[in-house]
């Protein structure tokens, strides 16, 4: 192997380069996103590859279409994509000249603090100790590119694949209702009945912030009542009717909701196509003073992270998450819900992704900014 003869400053300048690409190529991505159904492709894309970051999986989704298109896979959409090394694992191996798909990985440090005093937390250098009284932990730093490749690009033993649920036309998954209804009841919302769309004003479904109520239409298909439960349970995680900013974002509102109705629905191999997303400029470009590229990243990340709080506590059956079955995913992919809270990937997509080092030998990107925007909307919101 040959002996890496670059300085600190040249891998640096490289690595940099690398992110810059990549950070393009995602803007690229984002800026693809026209239509409402290019959206609505995006979040079906996301809910099969939910255990990764919404912006990796939209590079996934562009890099793999460019191979479809160069006859690089058979398949137009990929089963799974997982590490180099996790492949192997798998007893499996990428094939020559495959040069997988570049996507963003965590880059972790080891940091020592105290838990009632967050002004304690500093990062520990290599070999270094905690003080008296302090915990250690890992917590994302930055993002580094790293690759993945999909099963199509690899060989080796077979991969079982899971099967998919089936449902009839108008059925709900068994379980949905009851356990999103659970989750919104757990908000100290009450789930309720309306005979029919006059009695909520022609919507199927309606919120109430100020009664804590939840109205579904009782005259509908199992499937429909379903999705609107979850247009609902949408607005309850999301949305807080005393945001200041609800009415400039309510539009933005609705389109989490449905969103987030769309992804789970998607998750359950429901049909989806009956989800109808504004164009996405007409919603991007109302919150002032952000681009609307961002404004689609942070959107996307909210959803995700909605979609996932419902789809973590319903016991039903869904089609796989886009990590190859069997997979220890201990070791493999950190928690999802916790880079989220540490680096900001709400709004930056730092991803859930594979062979993070562990030493933090590389610094933060300063462009990965911590927080995300706080949507809102007014009270009775419904679909």
């Known amino acids: 192997m ?114 009632d005093d967050p002004t304690s937390w500093h990062r520990l250098d290599r070999g270094e100790k905690p003080g008296p009284g302090e915990v250690v932990r890992s917590r ?95 607005h309850v995680l999301l949305h807080d009717r005393d945001n200041v900013d609800a009415v400039v974002h309510r539009g933005v509102a609705e389109v989490e909701a449905e969103s987030v109705a769309l992804m789970v629905a998607a998750a359950h191999g429901m049909d989806t196509t009956d989800y109808t997303i504004p164009y996405v400029s007409t919603w991007a470009s109302r919150v002032q003073g952000q681009d609307p590229v961002t404004t689609v990243q942070q959107t996307a990340a909210r959803v995700r992270s909605a979609a996932l709080t419902i ?14 079955p069997g997979l220890d995913r201990a070791h493999s992919l950190p928690d999802r819900n916790e880079p989220a809270r540490q680096a900001g990937e709400l709004a930056a997509g730092a991803a859930e992704a594979t062979d993070a080092p562990s030493d933090g030998s590389v610094e933060a990107d300063p462009r990965v900014p911590v927080g995300t925007r706080a949507a809102s909307t007014t009270d009775g919101l419904g679909r």
Do not use: C
Request: aromatic share 8%.
């Open 2 to 115: 040959r002996k890496d003869s670059r300085t600190l400053e040249q891998k640096i300048a490289d690595r940099n380069a690398k992110l810059d690409a990549l950070h393009e190529k995602l803007t690229g991505a984002v800026e693809q996103l026209v239509t409402g159904d290019d959206w609505r492709r995006a979040i079906q894309f996301a809910a099969r590859f939910r255990s990764r970051s919404f912006n990796n999986t939209l590079l996934i989704w562009v890099q793999h279409s460019i191979a479809h298109a160069e006859g690089r896979v058979a398949d137009p959409f990929p089963s799974f994509v997982a590490g180099f090394k996790q492949w192997h694992t798998l007893g499996r191996h990428v094939d020559k000249g495959q040069a997988g798909y570049q996507i963003f990985a965590p880059v972790t440090a080891r940091m020592a603090g105290r838990d």
């Open 140 to 234: 994302i730093v930055g993002v580094r590119p790293t690759y993945v490749w999909p099963l199509s690009m690899t060989s080796g033993q077979d991969i079982p694949l899971p099967p998919a649920p089936q449902l009839l036309q108008g059925q709900a998954p068994d379980g949905l209702w009851d356990g999103v209804a659970k989750l919104i009841q757990a908000k100290g919302f009450r789930v309720l009945d309306a005979p029919d769309a006059a009695y909520l004003d022609g919507a199927n479904g309606m919120t109430h912030w100020l009664k804590k109520t939840v109205h579904v239409r009782a005259d509908m298909e199992p499937a429909a009542r379903a999705k609107t439960l979850l247009h609902e349970a949408g």
């Open 311 to 324: 789809l973590d506590q319903l016991d039903t059956a869904m089609v796989t998450d886009g990590a190859p």
